[in-house]
């Protein structure tokens, strides 16, 4: 098992209903350790490039709305193999289709306002971590 770092959003359905603890705890019972973390409001043109990849899809303008609907929670995670184990953590992309106990099937809405979002490979989490930390913002 290698030790790797992943890149987290508590994203604004979870953080407007009081849920960043409980997220959190879900993180730390699976062995990951936020090893950096804030609060942010982030700005139309910072979630368009976060989603770049997402544009020419139909949900792309409601995506970007509700990441821009209120405040996130950006955070570092390390721990054995972190990028795929919260992927795990978190549960399939759709709630309907998450498992039991991920934090999708426990706290999401929908499809889009699922609660959190974790990079999809190693290479994606350095390149997204880099989008929102800088190096002495991350005490590993
Ligand atoms: N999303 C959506 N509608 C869809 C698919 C995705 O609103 O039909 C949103 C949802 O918030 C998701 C994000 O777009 O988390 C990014 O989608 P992706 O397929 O990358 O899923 P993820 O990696 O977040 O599981």
Redesign the pocket.
Known sequence: MALERTFSII?PDATRRNLTGAVNSYIEKAGLRIIAQKRILLTKAQAETF?A??KE?P?FG??VE?MISEPIVVQVLQGDDAVAKYREV?G???PANAAEGTIRKDFALS????SA??S?SLENAAIEIAQFFSGNEIVG
């Open positions: 994203k989603y990849v997402h899809r949900f409601e995506l509700f978190m399939a992309t759709n499809v889009g306002e699922n979002h974790g999809d």
